[in-house]
Nanobody, 124 residues
């Protein structure tokens, strides 16, 4: 049974940092394209960052470029999202997800496994 378990969310002031973790069970991260998405109340789910170990690439949404970094720890089978320079508009529930294939996709429907999400709240 596949499980993705996010952690690391919380309340932070604008300009601060958080690191989200996504522990994977029942799948090996390096065999999938892994992504981070977020969803704010009343808004659609938004692509934040993605990583393809097989393709050797990363990709970021325009709103988080140069502030967020996606990475992975293969022995721990854990995905991370380092978030720096946080802004109030980054407030959302953050999800990690897994997609089959090699090419990073920004489309949520292409991801087949999802975590339960972790809340990030940035105060001004």
């Amino acid at each position: 049974q596949v499980q993705l378990v996010e952690s690391g969310g919380g309340l932070v002031q604008a300009g601060g940092s958080l690191r989200l973790s996504c522990a994977a069970f029942g799948l090996t991260l390096t065999n999938y394209v892994m992504g981070w998405f977020r969803q704010a109340p009343g808004k659609e789910r938004e692509f934040v960052a993605g990583m393809s170990w097989i393709g050797g690439s990363t990709h970021y949404g325009d709103s988080v470029k140069d502030r967020f970094t996606i990475s992975g720890d293969n022995p721990k089978n854990t995905l991370y999202l380092q978030m720096n320079g946080l802004k109030p508009e980054d407030t959302a529930v953050y999800y990690c997800a897994a997609s089959r294939g090699v090419v990073i996709t920004t489309t949520p429907s292409r991801y087949i496994y999802w975590g339960q999400g972790t809340q990030v709240t940035v105060s001004s």
